[in-house]
Every structure is written in C-alpha cells, then in structure tokens.
C-alpha cells in the first residue's frame, strides 16, 4: 500500500506556502527563529490553512478515528494534570528532535535537538526521562503522556534497546543517552507515564506535524 501523502503549511519561515514534501517544508523553516508550521492530509485543507490563522490551527489535533461511542466512554479525556512529549525524525536514523508541553495549553516546557543520525525511538525515550527529571526538578505530580509503548517499555527496564551504532557523528547524542540511563538508575520518581490515546484525541499535543 503507497503511504498516505501528507501537505504542509508554512505560514511563518524562510519561505512561507504550502508543500507536498517535509523535505521541503524542512528548507524553508530551518534556522528559522519562531517558525509556524503544520501538515495536513490533503492539500485542500492545507491551502484553508495557509489562508488563515496559525493560531486557528497551532493546537488543533487531528480528527478522532473511527471509535463507537461506547469506547470512547470508556477512555474518557486526557488528563490536563500533564505533561506530553514527543520526538520526530527525518529518516531512520537522521536528524532527530524531542520536545515536552503543556498537555492543555500546549506551552513548550523543553525542546532538545536537533542531533544527527538520530532514530524516533530514541528521541522518544529521551523526551520521556527528560520529562521525568523536569517533573521531579519542579517537585510536580503531573503525569507524562507519550505515545510511544517502545518507549515506556525501555524507560521500564532502565536502558535504551536501540540497535543503532554510535559513531563520531552521533557520539553526542550517545552521551546524553547513557546520562539518561544514568538518571533512572540512581532517581526514583512516582510519575505515571501513560500511553496518549491517538484514536480518541488526536495526535499528541507535543507532536511535531510531520506525519
């Protein structure tokens, strides 16, 4: 099955318009400060965009997939008493980015990247410890949102299972995860961390739009 294309609105950067391809959407905000972007899925609703607000469209999540309402009720709403993160990469590995918000006001609580040779996985797990150490800093019982279950398997045994090999080029991202793993072995936190329910509510709000 050919995988689903996705638009791309740029309403602030180098080179503000709509895009058919992250690649180039990536060109025209990279070393953008403050740039505004998102993708759609198809190019009539991203062209919408283009001719509105960002702030119309910067915190709105995706359609709701096809749930009955029996099971909607059954998971209920996200819990505002949190934190989400995410992580995004350009190819598998490439250059990877995490971020953490504010889970009901989307508010950027950190952002680190982006690293080269890079994986999803390994941004993910890092946005969670990131998120626990910001939490216990802050002496907060907010819950952490992800939506990634690799993640949070990894983040339970207390190291990170990638298969990715460290080089010279990503030798600084290798160090920041064996500080993580450092961190859950001598820290201990209370934090629940709970899978986001992308089918009820839409992508996670820490999601970084390139999907």
């Given amino acids: 099955m050919a995988k689903k294309s996705k638009f791309y609105v740029v309403w602030k950067g180098k080179r503000p318009g709509v895009y058919s391809t992250w690649?180039?959407?990536?060109a025209a905000i990279t070393g953008y400060k403050g740039a505004q972007y998102k993708s759609f899925s198809t190019f009539d609703e991203a062209k919408k965009a283009y001719n509105s607000?960002?702030?119309e469209y910067k915190g709105k999540k995706n359609s709701k997939a096809s749930l009955t309402p029996e099971q909607l009720l059954k998971i209920g709403d996200p819990n505002n008493h949190s934190i989400s993160v995410d992580a995004a990469?350009?190819?598998n590995p490439g250059v990877m980015e995490y971020q953490g918000v504010d889970t009901k006001t989307g508010k950027k609580l950190f952002r680190q990247g982006p690293f080269a040779e890079g994986t999803n996985n390994i941004g993910e797990f890092l946005a969670i410890v990131h998120g626990l150490a910001f939490l216990k800093q802050h002496q907060s019982d907010r819950i952490i949102y992800t939506d990634s279950r690799t993640a949070m398997s990894w983040v339970r045994k207390k190291t990170c299972?990638?298969?990715?090999v460290e080089t010279k080029d990503n030798k600084v991202l290798f160090d920041l995860i064996r500080r993580a793993i450092s961190w859950l072995k001598n820290n201990s936190y209370n934090t629940p961390i709970v899978k986001w329910e992308t089918k009820a509510w839409g992508e996670i709000p820490a999601d970084f739009g390139r999907k």
């Fill in 23 to 26: 690649e180039d959407c990536k």
């Fill in 53 to 55: 607000n960002y702030e």
């Fill in 89 to 91: 990469s350009s190819g």
């Fill in 161 to 164: 299972n990638t298969k990715l």
